[in-house]
């Protein structure tokens, strides 16, 4: 273990980190700080939990120490992926340059923007922000990117996970080439490897060890259940938290739905927990991660994007309630514990879905965890299906039977009726035109208004269809009055002859507007005849008052 005295940093700074109780460099730290204090560009690979976030803090410190910050052009910039982890390199940057004049911004979301930008205004050397915020305000017009001297990319493989880096591209570009570039990851992928590719000048390639293979000061244990019914995980996790003596301890879950579903489960059974996840509001999420830091609160329900970063540096349990779907976010979970030579224990609830998953993290930590057994009769815990509860009881199919009954009654009653509604109206439409066209037309009766034999042959068509019965048609077509209409039926079936018969003698040609059709040469003496020019369905007698 090398000392921070013979890194090359400055009284000022080496005054910083004794204050805040550090002697000795880890390994990260001990590689990264003399290349970055030299102006080069470093390519940093190592897991969350190794100290690097010294490793980048510390030179840029001492690096910054002469110069002078302008408005809204800062000196140095700080991504990370997560607004947590923003906070804690804030946190991390103040403690170092206490003894300095440098100021510094941070920009993350679900805060006031205002602000930030009053802070940029003033002029800022330092400015630590995720990628969504600084853009935004970028777009604004708020900050200009061209004094950038340092540039930190922090957990470039979840900037990857997250969809980040077109933005970092875009940000990189934004920059000055001659800017120093400090780019640390965990993992490697073919993606983060292009993007070092591009926009790092030779830099210098430090690895450190994962910290999962610590395995004096992390105990790993498997528990496996027989069921992947989500109760049965949550029956199995309740059990574990109660045997162990929990002081505070971290929950991981895949997704953030399961976050909230299980936290709320741990309350309702008297256990202290709260979720933490991106789509709660940060002044939430604030207040709930300070409650777990300083004690008050003592299980955290977590997904990975929010936990990524966190540095917490006394945490005695890990509880993976699902099993990573990724490797290496195993590696992540379990070094929230074990810190700073401290004892911690890790536990993973193991359905049997998650064997593939398994696989890869047993495979990746190169070691067989110990398998532990819960006292649980799990004949009456979950269904044994699948996560989304597996098949359907027989207590749910009697509850379902009664209302497919009950729907299916009114469907066979309605499929009965159509077919008497549809026989019943093709005769009450043809019988009626035929016996209206065999009736004579009384020219002296006086014509009523146009609407009004419309609506008197229409009601009984209504009627009749509806009932399905075709005794209504010949006395309105014959001329016996009608029972609801005060209109005589002789007046109601001229019109409805007139209409019956002429109608159809009109041409195609008559209809579109053509030649004058027979119909309104034999109009009555009392209509008057309309025009060539006059559409097809206007040609009917309109009754004129003298």
């Known amino acids: 273990m090398t000392e921070f005295s013979k890194l090359g940093l400055s009284p000022t700074t080496l005054q910083a980190v004794a204050d805040t109780g550090y002697t000795t460099a880890t390994p990260i730290q001990e590689q990264a700080i003399p290349v970055a204090l030299a102006g080069r560009d470093v390519l940093g690979i190592a897991q969350t939990g190794t100290g690097k976030t010294a490793a980048f803090t510390l030179p840029m410190v001492d690096r910054l120490g002469s110069g002078r910050a302008r408005a809204r052009m800062p000196r140095a910039l700080v991504l990370a992926p997560t607004r947590e982890l923003a906070d804690q390199v804030a946190e991390s940057f103040g403690k170092y340059a206490r003894g300095t004049k440098l100021n510094w911004a941070l920009l ?58 077109p933005d970092i591209e875009r940000i990189f570009k934004l920059t000055p080439p001659r800017r120093q570039t400090l780019f640390f990851s ?128 006394d945490v005695s349990h890990v509880f993976n309630y699902d099993v990573s779907h990724h490797a290496d976010d195993y590696v992540h979970r379990i070094g929230r514990t074990g810190r700073a030579g401290k004892k911690g224990q890790t536990f993973m609830i193991v359905t049997p879905s998650d064997d593939k998953s398994l696989d890869k993290v047993l495979k990746l930590i190169k070691m067989d965890p110990e398998e532990l057994t819960l006292d649980i009769d799990w004949s009456g815990v979950g269904s044994g299906g699948s996560a989304r509860g597996g098949r359907k009881t027989p207590e749910r199919a009697e509850r379902k039977a009664p209302e497919r009954t009950e729907r299916k009654a009114p469907e066979q009653t309605e499929q009965a009726e159509k077919p008497q509604r549809s026989r019943g109206g ?121």
């Not at 802070?119 to 604004?140: Q, Y």
């Not at 933490?276 to 207040?287: A, N, V, Y």
């Not at 009626?432 to 068509?461: I, Y």
């Open 186 to 313: 965990a993992t490697m992928p073919p993606e983060i490897t292009r993007l070092t590719q591009q926009f790092l000048k030779d830099p210098t390639r430090i690895e450190a060890s994962r910290p999962a293979m610590t395995a004096d000061t992390i105990a790993q244990y498997l528990v496996r259940i027989p069921s992947s019914d989500p109760k049965a995980k949550r029956t199995a996790l309740r059990a574990l938290v109660g045997r162990e003596d929990v002081k505070n301890g971290i929950v991981f879950c895949n997704r953030k739905s399961e976050v909230d579903v299980v936290a709320k489960s741990l309350k309702q059974h008297g256990f202290d927990a709260a979720p933490i996840h991106g789509d709660l509001d940060q002044s939430l999420r604030t207040k709930t991660l300070a409650s777990f830091r300083s004690g008050e609160l003592k299980l955290l329900v977590a997904s990975d994007v929010a936990a990524r970063g966190w540095d917490i540096p």
């Open 426 to 546: 093709r005769r009450s439409r043809s019988e009626p035109a035929v016996e209206a066209a065999a009736a004579p037309v009384d020219a002296t009766a006086p014509e009523p208004v146009a609407a009004a034999p419309a609506e008197q042959t229409e009601k009984p068509r209504r009627t009749r269809s509806r009932r399905g019965s075709n005794s209504e048609a010949a006395p309105v077509a014959a001329g016996v009055p009608a029972v609801s209409a005060p209109v005589p039926a002789s007046a109601a079936a001229a019109p409805a002859a007139a209409v019956a018969v002429q109608e159809p003698q009109l041409t195609q040609a008559e209809r579109r507007g053509g030649r004058k059709g027979k119909s309104d040469d034999q109009a009555p003496a009392k209509g008057s005849g309309f025009g060539d020019d006059v559409p097809a369905f206007l040609r009917r007698p309109v009754p004129v008052s003298s």
């Open 108 to 165: 993350i979301g679900g805060v006031s923007m205002g602000e930030q930008v009053a802070l940029l205004d003033k002029g800022v050397d330092v400015l630590i922000a995720t990628p969504g915020r600084l853009l935004d305000l970028f777009e604004r017009g708020k900050i200009l990117l061209t004094g950038v001297e340092i540039m930190v990319v922090d957990e470039a493989d979840r900037m990857l996970d997250m969809g980040f880096i």
